[in-house]
């Protein structure tokens, strides 16, 4: 008797609550991905970035899935007003805008999860009939994905630092400090010397007489002392029994000196010339 045949997937298992949407790279790729997606739902007030009705959860983003992509992707269902990627799901204050394009770069590799926000609650209820459709295209001669070598030129050719602009920033950085430091140095000299409410006068370090600079001369015999110094003071008595040995050295000497002292005292009382007071 022949075993019966199993019915062949034709699509993949979703969690529970999730629904999965299957999506390629490109139209030469065979076995589809699938993103798990869902609608955002949190206690009011836990998250201000992403709001309540209007919001999709999506899982297991891969890689070469940007932000533009998943724009692309859902923008069929209503226009898409954000996306976030993330490392890991969790609530998120909204980000202040980085301050300089060079030292705030942060990138999230692997899979990620993502936050799209629609500009209608109508975009979430749309989503849900995409997995009845067939797998969406991510890359197109229209909106290229760069993968593999393409891909890490691309990031090492964004890495190269322009000179030019990296010393504007710098400047308009150390300008900003100096009139920071400046700023603070005027209200200190404003503030010198005038009580405050409960009459206390803050004392600063200014009307203080400045340290002479050392010279190399003068800080290399510095380093030497504190050397000779630290060295005299592992050698002395490094072990235990030294230790020991110098303590019964000196109750030695001292007992020897009382002896003496004893003698001397005997010899004068002797020849009656012992006159203590």
């Known amino acids: 008797m022949a075993a019966p045949r199993r019915k062949r997937e034709t699509g993949a298992a979703a969690p529970v609550g999730y629904t999965a949407i299957p999506i390629k790279l490109s139209e030469k790729q065979r076995s589809p991905h699938y993103l798990y997606v869902k609608e955002h739902k949190v206690r009011e007030g836990t998250d201000t970035t992403h709001p309540p009705n209007r919001t999709l959860f999506v899982l297991n983003v891969p890689p070469y899935c940007t932000k533009a992509c998943l724009s692309r992707l859902f923008s069929c269902c209503w226009s898409v007003q954000s996306v976030d990627v993330c490392e890991k799901p969790g609530p998120r204050e909204k980000s202040e805008a980085p301050k300089s394009k060079f030292f705030n770069l942060k990138t999230v590799p692997g899979f990620r999860v993502a936050y799209v926000v629609f500009k209608n609650p109508t975009g979430i209820q749309a989503v849900k009939s995409l997995s009845l459709q067939g797998p969406l295209v991510i890359s197109s001669e229209s ?49 010198e010397g005038v009580p405050d409410e409960e009459g206390w006068v803050k004392v600063t370090r200014k009307g203080r007489r400045p340290g002479l600079p050392l010279t190399e001369a003068a800080s290399l015999r510095v380093l030497e002392r504190e050397k000779r110094k630290r060295a005299r003071k592992e050698l002395l008595n490094f072990y235990a029994w030294q230790h020991r040995e110098t303590k019964r050295e000196n109750i030695a000497q001292l007992r020897k000196k009382f002896e003496e002292d004893k003698q001397r005292i005997a010899l004068m009382r002797a020849q009656r010339k012992f006159r203590p007071y």
């Open 143 to 191: 909106h290229p994905v760069k993968t593999g070598i393409r891909k890490w030129i691309s990031s090492y050719a964004a890495s190269v630092v322009d000179p030019v602009e990296l010393k504007a920033e710098v400047d308009a950085f150390m300008q900003t400090y100096d009139q920071k430091i400046a700023e603070e140095e005027a209200k200190a000299e404003e503030e």
